[in-house]
């Protein structure tokens, strides 16, 4: 058995537990929806996924997309980054790996951050009053893409005013 197949196995089978303990059916189209999840890399939002769901040619309306997702989350299956985005962003855990993300202020742009003293930190934080279930850390700021046309419109606005002058 593959690495991925075998960690499709243990997602399905802790949805499965979930849905069992909440009474809740199971359904081909919410294991249908965690297969989608579980292929995604990175994050998502729910129109990606009802993309990616007509792409496989599965038919499920927006709103059994919204609530399986909504479950995931519940299940401790998928993660819904606290983004002021219009868009809720998920990403899904396949582990219990400490994730760090940088986040730009103007286009929202998610990207993760690859760093071994970040993850370390977040690796060895504890704290009496409160059990630890998820590791991630945001970093707030402008991305270059962002920070290059603030710069540019700048320089046509400095040139703007210079020409009103002259
Ligand atoms: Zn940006």
Known sequence: MSEKTSLQEQVRER???YL???KLRQTRERFAILHAIYDIEGTF??????????????HVSTNTLYLTTQLLV???????HPFSTSAAVFECLPD??????QICNSCHRITRI???????????????????SHRIAYIYGTCAMCASA?????KLLNQKAQADIS
Do not use: C, G, W
């Open 15 to 17: 949805f499965r537990q």
């Open 20 to 22: 069992t303990a909440n």
């Open 45 to 58: 939002t729910i129109e990606d996924l009802q993309e990616i769901m007509q792409l496989q040619r599965f």
């Open 74 to 80: 519940e299940a401790n299956l998928l993660l819904r």
């Open 96 to 101: 219990n790996r400490p994730r760090s993300y």
């Open 114 to 132: 690859k760093s071994k003293s970040l993850a370390q930190s977040l690796e060895t934080y504890h704290t009496r009053s409160f059990t630890v």
């Open 150 to 154: 603030m710069e540019k419109q700048l």
